[in-house]
Structure formats: structure tokens, C-alpha cells
């Protein structure tokens, strides 16, 4: 089946570690984005990619970092720069209709 | 700048009755969508419904249909006959070229 998958699910990090967030797709599709949740708050954007090779900050990307080496794969790397790194992680991509299509999340919690 | 403004925190409806989720947004950009994703506790980004800004006819998909009022900026989502599995956070969103704005929410009860 086509989708969005995330890992890992539950994520916990230690003070001063960085952490890598998976997300693979098999969608096709050229556009990824990492979003992160926080409880009662919507969607914020921290780096997105148009395109293998080039990416975007977005609102949100201090003390975090991306690579996009494959059109399939987008990770999200959260840095120990990162003062607050404790929310729900979603990525996603764009479809042709220009709505976007969601993995399941990860959860990371700091220990 | 993109802002995606969704006033009612909460809202509950009874089953089989219909409910209106209210969102405002506010954009410069001529060419743009809009969106209406569900949220339920599995924490799942689900896409209920879209509506391209140059489309004057207001997108329906089965149950669910939105009042889009470009010259206000409303996009309103009514949801009828309302089920029990519609409980969720519902999220409106305004897309441009390239980034997706997201309101901060309503949280929708769905109550026997």
C-alpha cells in the first residue's frame, strides 16, 4: 500500500543527545514536510523539501536539521540545541491535488 | 504571512444532528487551497475535505461540506447527521505555493 511511515513511534531523549526522526514515502511525491504538535496547539512548520537535494526552513526550524538525499526519505534530526524538544511529530507529503498526506507521528519525549 | 484563525476551541453536537466548525483565514496570494483534516485520538492527520480558492462551488464529500466565502475569508465545514466516530480535533488549513497554515483548532464531542 502507498503511504507515510514514521519511526519510531515513541522516542525518548536524554539531555544533550540528538535524535533522528524517520520518514519514508512511497507516494511519489516531490514535497516533504516535518511539522511539530504541541497539546491544545495546531501545526508548525520546521523544514520542508520541494525537491532531492534542497529544502526550507520553516517557521520552527531552530535546533533541528534535515537532509534529503532520496526522494523517498526525509529525516529530521532534533539537536541538543533544541531547548524544548518534548511534542508530537508528524511528516508529510504533497499529493497532486496539493492536500497533504500524513505519517502516523512520533512521540519524544526528554528524560 | 499566512494566518489560519479557528474561534470555537470546542464545540459538541448531538448524534444525528449537524454541526458548523468556524475558520477564517487571511491571505495575500491570489491562487491558493483550503482544507479541513480531522484529528482523532490516534493523533492521525486525516484529509475530510478541500476546496480549490478559484472554484466558486462549494466542495461537498458525503456527509461533510463547507461554506466558502472568498470575499470574507470564511470557510466554514458543516458536518451532518452527525456520528459518533466524528469526534476529533478538526483542523482548518490554507495552502500557498508551498507552506500549509494550520488553525489552532476545535475540538469536536459528539454526544448520545
Known amino acids: 500500500d502507498g503511504g507515510i511511515t514514521q519511526s519510531p513511534k515513541y522516542l525518548f531523549r536524554k539531555e544533550g543527545q540528538n535524535v533522528t526522526l524517520s520518514c519514508e514515502q512511497n507516494?511519489?511525491?516531490?514535497?516533504m514536510y516535518w511539522y511539530r504538535q504541541d497539546p491544545g496547539q495546531g501545526l508548525r512548520l520546521i523544514y520542508y523539501s520541494q525537491i532531492v537535494n534542497d529544502f526550507q526552513k520553516g517557521d520552527i526550524a531552530e535546533g533541528y536539521s534535515v537532509s534529503r538525499e532520496k526522494k523517498e526519505s526525509f529525516p529530521l534530526t532534533v539537536t541538543s540545541a533544541q531547548k524544548n524538544p518534548t511534542a508530537f511529530y508528524l511528516c508529510?507529503?504533497?499529493?497532486?491535488?496539493?492536500?497533504?498526506?500524513f505519517g502516523p507521528g512520533t512521540r519524544l519525549t526528554v528524560l | 504571512a499566512q494566518t489560519v484563525t479557528q474561534s470555537q476551541p470546542e464545540m459538541s453536537v448531538q448524534e444525528a444532528e449537524t454541526v458548523t466548525l468556524s475558520c477564517t483565514y487571511d491571505?495575500?496570494?491570489?491562487?491558493?487551497?483550503l482544507f479541513w483534516y480531522k484529528q482523532p485520538p490516534s493523533r492521525q492527520m486525516i484529509l475530510v475535505i478541500r476546496?480549490?480558492?478559484?472554484?466558486?462551488q462549494n466542495a461537498t464529500e458525503n456527509r461533510f461540506s463547507v461554506n466558502f466565502q472568498k470575499a470574507a475569508k470564511s470557510f466554514s465545514l458543516k458536518i451532518s447527521d452527525s456520528q459518533l466516530g466524528d469526534a476529533a480535533m478538526y483542523f482548518c488549513?490554507?495552502?500557498?505555493?508551498?507552506?500549509?497554515?494550520f488553525g489552532t483548532g476545535t475540538r469536536l464531542q459528539v454526544t448520545l
Open positions: 491571505t495575500s496570494e491570489s491562487d491558493y487551497y
Open positions: 476546496q480549490e480558492a478559484y472554484k466558486q
Open positions: 488549513a490554507s495552502r500557498t505555493a508551498s507552506k500549509l497554515t
Open positions: 507516494l511519489n511525491h516531490d514535497a
Open positions: 508529510a507529503s504533497t499529493g497532486f491535488y496539493n492536500e497533504q498526506f
